[in-house]
């Protein structure tokens, strides 16, 4: 079956930490997004990227970091830079970047710091 | 800059009622209008979405949406209410260039039995 993957699914990190959320998808879509969802305040955008090999801040950037060296595969890193880290973590891609194109989500991973 | 006010965070109707969940946005340019739904711990399921051409769109589990270009509203709605259905409900827009979607803060849906 075709989709999108992110692992792990709960991630507890302590203060001072880094850690890296998975998102893997075999729909071979050229567009990746990284959104973090807080109660009440819908989904925000963190990263995106376009193509493999590129990649573009969203809103609320600092404190995160990507990558893109596969087209399957947009990894974000949680720094310890960002203050507050525990949030909701969702992974979409589309297969185009043209306005419109509909963005499919992973499951998502909850992360909590301790 | 795009924005998306979704009225009212919390919606509840007995089951068999009117389900209408209302979304307005700004943008200066023709926007692109989603409706996800998000069962809790999950990931989010497309329900609608308008791109271009008729204004009421119908989507899956019989919700349907009206672009109404006058309003800039996108409101959600269904005939009748199922146990189901209740989950929380994201209206998003988009624009032409980088396809990057802007949410709405969310509308909780609660059906009662």
């Known amino acids: 079956d075709g989709g999108i993957t992110q692992s792990p699914k709960y991630l507890f990190r302590k203060e001072g930490q880094n850690v890296t959320l998975s998102c893997e998808q075999n729909l071979n879509h050229d567009a990746m997004y990284w959104y973090r969802q807080d109660p009440g305040q819908g989904l925000r955008l963190i990263y995106y990227s376009q193509i493999v090999n590129d990649f573009q801040k969203g809103d609320i950037a600092e404190g995160y970091s990507v990558s893109r060296e596969k087209k399957e595969s947009f990894p974000l890193t949680v720094t310890s830079a960002q203050k507050n880290p525990t949030a909701f973590y969702l992974c979409?891609?589309?297969?185009?970047?043209?306005?419109?194109?509909?963005?499919?989500f992973g499951p998502g991973t909850r992360l909590t710091v301790l | 800059a795009q924005s998306v006010t979704q009225l009212g965070s919390h919606v509840s109707v007995s089951e068999g009622a009117l389900v209408l969940l209302r979304c307005n946005y700004s943008s200066s340019v023709p926007p692109y209008l989603f409706w996800y739904v998000q069962y809790p711990n999950q990931g989010l399921q497309l329900l609608l979405k308008y791109t271009t051409g008729a204004t009421l769109v119908k989507g899956i589990n019989g919700f349907e949406a009206e672009f109404k270009k006058s309003e800039t509203s996108f409101h959600l709605t269904k005939p009748s209410a199922h146990m189901s259905d209740a989950a929380e409900y994201f209206c998003?827009?988009?624009?032409?260039?980088?396809?990057?979607?802007?949410f709405g803060a969310g509308t909780i849906l609660r059906v009662k039995s």
């Open positions: 998003a827009v988009s624009e032409e260039y980088g396809n990057k979607l802007v």
């Open positions: 979409a891609s589309s297969s185009r970047t043209s306005g419109g194109d509909t963005q499919y």
